[in-house]
């Protein structure tokens, strides 16, 4: 079993609809992170996260550390989110990551 | 401040060749990780350099090498190459501990 599961693996919507990414960790960890990374292999970091909740924009992160699952939220998804967003946690200071799958996202105009 | 950058962009070599990669960080920032990204394993990580020294090692057979300059300038090195390391090799710089790592935009290695 993977120490980082990402689902779904793959989510067609359409625009407008509300997007929701699940990641699930089997280690402890001391922050977890979610990161875009479009066609052509640019990666962005969206989110660190140890706790609560974070907002940037339409994206919302989520993370329950007892529950160990985070959650990535896209609001009124557009085509341009299309992309693969990571959920990788850190386990150590030295912030060596630990990566999920991967989940593609496409949004249909 | 300017953001990751890695040279070069795209790279084709052939088999049994050397291949050198470089990434300059984020000014300040003194930690670069490497990572490898293909299709069918994901993202692995490679190494990470701090302060010119190998931190974390990965699990990868000593092809693969690196090194950080006084400047924390890092490069990667791959000897021997073989049509599986054909991928996007992917460098991150860190500054302080518990802050995000930033990605540069990547080099896709293509081994024919």
């Known amino acids: 079993k993977n120490e980082v599961e990402q689902s779904p693996q793959n989510l067609t919507a359409q625009e407008g609809e509300f997007i929701t990414i699940n990641c699930s960790y089997s280690?402890?960890?001391?922050?977890l992170h979610w990161l875009q990374q479009h066609p052509g292999g640019g990666i962005v970091s969206l989110f660190m996260?140890?706790?609560?909740?974070k907002k940037h924009g339409r994206l919302i992160a989520t993370i329950n550390i007892q529950e160990k699952h985070s959650s990535l939220h896209i609001t009124a998804s557009h085509p341009r989110d299309s992309a693969v967003y990571i959920c990788?946690?850190?386990?150590?200071?030295?912030?060596?990551?630990?990566w999920g799958a991967g989940t593609k996202l496409i949004i249909k105009p | 401040k300017a953001g990751v950058t890695q040279t070069p962009r795209y790279l084709i070599k052939t088999r049994g060749q050397q291949v050198t990669l470089s990434c300059s960080p984020i000014?300040?920032?003194?930690?670069v990780s490497w990572y490898q990204q293909t299709p069918g394993q994901g993202l692995q990580f490679l190494f990470e350099?701090?302060?010119?020294?190998?931190?974390n090692k990965g699990n990868f057979p000593g092809r693969f090498s690196g090194r950080q300059f006084s400047n924390s300038r890092s490069e990667m090195n791959v000897s021997t190459l073989e049509l599986g390391d054909s991928a996007l090799y992917l460098c991150?710089?860190?500054?302080?501990?518990?802050?995000?790592?930033?990605f540069g935009p990547g080099t896709r290695l293509l081994v024919l």
């Open positions: 280690v402890g960890i001391s922050a």
């Open positions: 991150a710089s860190k500054g302080q501990q518990r802050t995000p790592q930033y």
């Open positions: 350099y701090f302060s010119e020294t190998q931190r």
């Open positions: 000014s300040g920032h003194r930690s």
């Open positions: 990788a946690v850190g386990v150590d200071s030295n912030y060596q990551l630990i």
């Open positions: 996260l140890s706790s609560g909740k």
